[in-house]
């Protein structure tokens, strides 16, 4: 009794760790193939569970979701002869497992494959352009292309790159000194442009205001002139009213007035006694 127990626990043993051993799970972010002595036997995609045949068959498995590569920062020449130091990166994923698997086998391999790819495609793309189109023009077109051409390399990997971009683009250090000497200059002369363009539109404005200063006095002093002799037309003509009434009477009250006029405290004045400014000092005449 106790044998047979002891074989069928056995054999229940055997049965699960067979099973075991023939039964395989595939997650939701993964792939895989099947190979069986090293010849490929099929391919799985779906997640879930899955058999192969225990010993023999063995299952490679690789990454379904999309993989980033950042690359190292290189030196590149554009088409003006400008040097640049490009940092770069690369979106990618496995389409295809058994190329891969044939071809470059792990990530880091596929990896290296890429940074290959990507460095003399972005080499020789930029090549082609300026500076000026690289950094601020051109530039998501051209990397897009970049990528275009990388991915078409890619697809003899099982590889597809699905984008390739600049994360930054700088002068080497060693040019960096002069190329920010001639910014400051260019800067310091669109400035003095500037001061001078500030300075010549001064001057025009203080030359109009100037010119209409004169202009408003010209015209505040003929305003002011015509009413002095608006003022002077009218007192001679006030007189000659005044005169025309009474002659005497009028020479009496200017001839007091000039008395008023000239002979102030502690004034001499010498004149003989019948001048006729002093005819109204005189005594007048007996009849």
Not at 116 to 135: N, P, W
Not at 188 to 213: F, H, L, N, W
Request: net charge negative.
């Amino acid at each position: 009794m106790n044998e047979k127990v002891i074989v069928i626990i056995a054999v229940i043993v055997i049965t699960a760790a067979a099973l075991a051993a023939s039964l395989f799970t595939v997650d939701e972010t993964e792939q895989a193939i099947v190979t069986q002595l090293g010849k490929y036997v099929k391919e799985v995609k779906q997640p879930g569970l899955h058999f192969k045949i225990p010993l023999i068959q063995a299952v490679h498995r690789f990454e379904a979701r999309v993989l980033q590569y950042d690359a190292a920062a290189a030196k590149i020449i554009t088409d003006d002869k400008k040097h640049l130091v490009i940092d770069n990166y690369s979106c990618w994923k496995i389409i295809d497992p058994l190329k891969f698997y044939k071809t470059v086998q792990t990530e880091f391999g596929a990896q290296s494959r890429l940074d290959d790819i990507v460095f003399s495609e972005i080499r020789e793309e930029l090549a082609r352009h300026s500076l000026t189109e690289i950094v601020s023009v051109n530039r998501s077109q051209i990397m897009d292309k970049v990528a275009e051409q990388c991915n078409e390399k890619a697809g003899d990997y099982g590889i597809q790159v699905i984008d390739v971009r600049i994360k930054r683009a700088d002068l080497p250090q060693e040019v960096r000194q002069s190329v920010y000497d001639r910014m400051k200059a260019e800067r310091e002369r669109i400035a003095k442009k500037y001061r001078s363009e500030g300075e010549e539109e001064a001057v025009k404005i203080r030359a109009e205001t100037d010119k209409e200063k004169i202009i408003l006095l010209a015209e505040s002093y003929k305003d002011a002139e015509k009413l002095n002799g608006e003022g002077d037309a009218e007192a001679i003509k006030i007189y000659a009213q005044a005169f025309e009434k009474d002659a005497e009477f009028y020479s009496f009250v200017r001839t007091l007035e000039a008395y008023e006029k000239s002979l102030g405290e502690g004034t001499t004045i010498v004149l003989p006694s019948d001048s006729e400014f002093f005819q109204y000092f005189n005594p007048p005449a007996k009849e």
